[in-house]
């Protein structure tokens, strides 16, 4: 896109000062991202974003999600006396519209305030994965009594059923032509299909309750201070009511694993356990109000995500790659085969995750 268009699309927003450049920002793989820099030293900075309207088909509910979300996180936080809260939520500008977004005849667009002196990271140490694990636990706690009923901004994103559903007609439909190739994968994916919809089971015996969750909660979706505490938690879309799993699951899946998320060396693929027990400390230590069913199955939610991710690239793949950004062919069946590597490593380390969890169950580190 050019910069005089997407100049013009911040022209519809509030912001100090004048535009200086737009590049290019982060690694997502479903939004376009670009920072917006000011020309004055004095003025904020801007994260501008495409919304990636075939997924999230529901914007001004997306962004009605979102505005719910940040204003109660702030509440909490100001309530609590937290010093630097510009930079503990993300804030979204209004555009002159009057709402947190502008549609320019094709697109969605919307513009938060850059957090100043803050980073992301695509690979975390133990320590970093405890404050990590804080972090989300505080996220859900604090989310625990948001008084809004919030949307499903992608339905059934999480639903294991769903998701192999998606797969099996995937695979019946086979338009690519790449099912052949790939059948060992649907295998091993099906011999273990029961066993991940155990979420969605308990859910409809009334034994496992939904929460606000954020879904999404990747290792790159977390900004970091200068001293590798968290300052904020960001990529929002895709809050909404889930199973704790997701969170505590979705962090393992990316910051766990010992390869990239595209590693062609599958080599490099493997469960770091030390991140798993560090973040599980932290997580525990904030997230008080989990039943001790939840709790138990924390093993099965470090399996249940690389399983979903697997499902979900191969699905992507087999449909002819239209839901991810890809930069190469092969790059959905990279990914599933290093989400399959990641989930053997999983499934190789459970009865020690699951002692781990005993252990800590046993010196009360959970309430
Ligand atoms: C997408 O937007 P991003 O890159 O943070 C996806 C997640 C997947 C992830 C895989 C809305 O997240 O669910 O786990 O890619 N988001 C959506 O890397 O589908
Ligand atoms: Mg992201």
Known sequence: MMYEELKQIVGHFQIE??????????????????????KEENCLNYVLQRINHA???????????????????????EEKNEEDIDRKVLHFLKSDNGKTYYFNGESYWRIMVFIPCAKTYEIVNPEFSFYAGQAFGNFQAMLADIPV???????NFHNMEFRLKQLREAVAEDKAGRVDSIRYYI??????????????RLHREGKLPKRVCHCDTKVNNMMFDEDGKVLCVIDLDTVMPNYIFSDFGDFMRTAANTGLEDDKDLEKVGFNMEI????????????????????????????????????????????????????????????????????????????????????????????
């Open 276 to 367: 798993f027990k560090a973040f599980t400390k932290g997580y525990l230590e904030k997230a008080t109000f989990l039943t001790p069913l939840e709790i138990e199955n924390l093993p099965y939610a470090a399996a249940l995500f690389p399983y979903m991710q697997t499902v979900r690239f191969l699905a992507d793949y087999i449909n002819g790659d239209t839901y991810y950004k890809i930069q190469y062919p092969e790059h959905n069946l990279v990914r599933t085969k290093v989400q399959f590597k990641l989930l053997q490593s999983v499934e190789e380390n459970m009865s020690q995750m699951t002692d781990f969890i005993h252990e800590c169950l046993n010196r009360g580190l959970v309430n």
């Open 187 to 200: 295998d091993e994916l099906e011999k273990r299909a029961d066993e991940m919809c155990q979420a969605e």
């Open 17 to 38: 000062g004048e535009v200086d450049e737009i590049k290019p920002l982060g690694a997502g793989l479903i939004n376009d991202t670009f920072k917006v820099t000011t």
């Open 55 to 77: 997924i999230f088909q529901n914007v001004d509910m997306l962004q009605k999600n979102i505005e719910a979300v940040t204003a109660h996180i702030r509440k909490k936080l």
């Open 149 to 155: 009923q919030l949307g499903d901004t992608i339905p």
